[in-house]
């Protein structure tokens, strides 16, 4: 399993992930779940994937390969929308090519999940859920965030404190508290994290941050985090009938 987050929001585009997959508790490993498709000064195609790895990482070679050759690939599209449409449509054609001679009752689930966002020249920033169907939905002002993997542990946080009008500074502080009650919920998920920042019409070539355990401000924020929570938990009323 995994966890990534990814925001619209009117500043800019958040894109955060985290690198743990396991088949058991014996079967644990580290791999980059952030993948970048970028012109500087023309586009930046961010991609975050969730799922059967085989699938996310064929889908993604896939990608890669067809970037050096004519036709639609990412470094081409004419839209964000374009983009997205060929993450499902790739995604589709690697699972009935692998899942073709599988029999049935085996109960394999090849399926993955990708959130597809970035911009590029002429339209605003857009992010996408492609679904392991290969259809896909996209952000909005009241739904400017989306989720996949292990998403229910972080979900309350950014529930609370995020919208369309929160500033990058806002989310990327509620983002890595929301990992923080993921990772102390769910031994799936854990360190370390990619988090990559990405302004409204910069054009600028991305730099994502990688946070691992010893990473200053992650732990001071978990440790100020978990401080404020136990503060306001004592500060809240008693009712009569608790006895």
Known sequence: MTYCVAMRLKAGLLFASDSRTNAG???IATFRKMNLFEVPGQ???TILNAGNLATTQSVLNLLRQRCAHEGAQLLNVGSMYDAAELVGRT????VA?????VPQGQGIDFGANFLVGGQIQGEEPRLFHVYPQGNFIEATEDTPYFQIGEAKYGKPIIDRVISFDSTLIEASKCTLISFDSTIRSNLSVGLPLDMLLYRTDSFAPAQPHRIDAEDPYFNQLRRGWGEGLRQVFKALP???WFG
């Open 25 to 27: 508790v014996d079967h």
């Open 43 to 45: 586009r930046l195609v």
């Open 91 to 94: 995604l589709k054609e690697v």
């Open 97 to 101: 090519r692998d899942s073709v001679d």
């Open 238 to 240: 008693d009712e009569e």
